[in-house]
């Protein structure tokens, strides 16, 4: 006779849990996340793959659900941009937009894994060819990550008897891997200025993908069509996520959107004598006072080695119409790469120079510049953030010629636009002169001369990310080309 109140109830598989089964809180089964290469681009393919692991002999593993994403992010910070308040009931934060999704709630759902096993589920997709490096800055970051969810229980079979099976829980298990994401040359245009469209997807992009379990014989199934009714509120969440709304802003000059952030410019001297740099005989900065004028020529000079031209880049940089020093970069393209050295060789003029140059400072940074456009009132004033990478000082007063080397960091970041903000590098020279009018020659040094004046110009370089070759990117070709890349 059976016990009272022994009530059967199905659950999922036809198992009939009792009520009084043993009920326990247990370590959560191995969900390990992982992608095919360290760096992708727009346009590769990218591979993803998903293993599960019930380290648990002696329980059986029921997969319930096992939801994915993959998406790219815009996010803002509120303290540098004029962002909207959120709704309540929005999942986005303040000054997000999902420009690229890929998302579904379950790829495989009451599936049984058995005490020890493992399955791997691999999840293929191709990244659009027009979106944004990946970029943690100070006003704003451009992120990607993949995320996977495990929901489910472990079953135990008492004796082989299904009436005497306990069922223990564990909490949602998520794995969250970061993506990295170099943008190329073609995208962003040679200095990092963007092409005519911006590389920010105005509409959110929804990625088709494909997925199988690994080593087997399965088909490749789409995401998103094999579960549909799965949940039905993602259809609805997936229609909002395709309607964020995005500003499309008119087409305008660069310079106009964030300010000339890598011009020459005119500092202060510490004597309150302040100058104004030229370059190609067109100031920067205008002023009514007669002032030291710092202009910049540059020549391109041949010369011959092992037979072979060799196309050599230098910068006369004047004062008051004469040579102060001559500046020759290490390397003639103003491109540079991440790891790259980047640095040259000053030469200085003292003889026959009304002026001496006593000192000078170098430094290679990135300047992060917000569109005025989009700019918090508060930040009106002062748009631009920037950060020195490397530094070099040195006494210049008595030396005819003088070196320095920089660094590219490893991990840039990389010369780009967007309509929110630019990005863009440049080489730093800060130059302590004698004032004008006065004669150094009556100081025992000219160092013991206690007025200083200042001048500063500035070398706008561009820094992109390495070749695929030798990043060992998948190219866009390769993965549209199912002789180069298999999918098996």
């Known amino acids: ?45 990218l591979t993803m793959t998903i293993s599960i692991n019930n380290h648990a002999n ?24 004029s962002v909207p308040n959120t709704d309540a009931d929005s999942q986005k934060g303040r000054g997000e937009y999902v420009f690229m999704d890929c998302s579904t709630p379950t790829i495989v759902t009451n599936q049984l ?10 999840v293929r997709t191709i990244l659009p060819e027009m979106i944004p490096p990946s970029y943690k800055g100070t006003t704003i970051r451009y992120v990607y990550y993949i995320r996977v969810t495990l929901s489910g229980h472990y079953l135990i079979l008492e004796n082989g008897d299904a009436g005497g099976e306990q069922l223990q829980e564990f ?57 549909e009714g799965v949940d039905e509120g993602y259809a609805s969440s997936q229609e909002e996520i395709s309607s964020v709304a995005s500003y499309n802003p008119m087409k305008e000059d660069l310079n106009r959107a964030f300010g ?3 011009s020459l410019q005119s500092f202060a001297s510490r004597s309150s004598t302040k100058g104004s740099l030229y370059v190609e005989g067109q100031a920067t900065v205008s002023s009514n006072m007669a002032l030291p004028r710092l ?47 980047i ?23 990135s300047k992060e510049t917000v569109n005025r456009k989009f700019v918090h009132p508060s930040r009106r004033h002062s748009p631009i953030i920037t950060k020195i990478h490397s530094d070099h000082h040195e006494i210049v007063a008595d030396l005819l010629q003088t070196s320095f080397l920089f660094s590219i960091p490893p991990d840039g ?26 004669d150094w020659t009556r100081f025992e040094h000219p160092l013991l001369m206690e007025a200083r004046e200042k001048c500063e110009w500035t070398l706008p370089i561009s820094v992109q990310a390495p070749s695929s070759s030798s990043s060992g990117a998948t190219t866009a070709a390769e993965a549209r080309n199912p002789k180069m890349v298999s999918w098996e």
Not at 36 to 42: E, F, L, S, W, Y
Not at 413 to 438: D, G, H
Request: contains cysteine; aromatic residues 12%; hydrophobic residues 35%.
């Open 1 to 45: 006779m059976p016990r009272p109140g022994n009530a059967s109830r199905r659950f999922l598989f036809g198992i009939v849990p009792a009520p009084y089964a043993a009920r326990s809180v247990v370590d959560p089964p191995h969900l390990k996340l992982e992608v095919d290469k360290q760096v992708h681009r727009p346009g590769d393919l």
């Open 58 to 81: 002696r329980r059986s593993l029921l997969i319930q659900m096992l939801s994915f994403e993959c998406r790219g992010m815009e996010k803002l910070d509120g303290q540098w941009f």
């Open 113 to 122: 894994l058995p005490g020890g096993a493992t399955k791997t589920y691999v």
């Open 171 to 227: 909490s949602d298990v998520e794995a969250r891997l970061p993506l990295q994401v170099w943008a190329t040359q073609k995208t962003i245009g040679q200095n990092g200025e963007g092409p005519s469209d911006d590389i920010v997807p105005l509409n959110t992009i929804i990625l088709d993908a494909y997925w199988k379990e690994k080593d087997t014989d399965s088909e490749w199934y789409k995401i998103n069509e094999a579960f």
């Open 260 to 262: 000339s952030s890598l």
């Open 295 to 341: 202009s910049v020529t540059e020549i391109l000079e041949n010369s011959s080695r092992a037979e072979a031209v060799v196309r050599g880049r230098s910068y006369n940089i004047r004062l008051d119409d004469q040579v102060l020093l001559r500046f020759s970069p290490k390397n003639s393209d103003s491109t540079y790469y991440f790891s790259d050295t």
């Open 343 to 365: 640095g040259g060789t000053l030469t200085f003029f003292h003889e026959n120079m009304d002026r001496r140059c006593l000192e000078m400072f170098i430094t290679l940074e």
């Open 413 to 438: 970041p990389m010369s780009f636009s967007t309509r929110y903000v630019s990005v863009q590098w440049a080489i730093r020279f800060e130059f302590l002169t004698t004032p004008k009018n006065v």
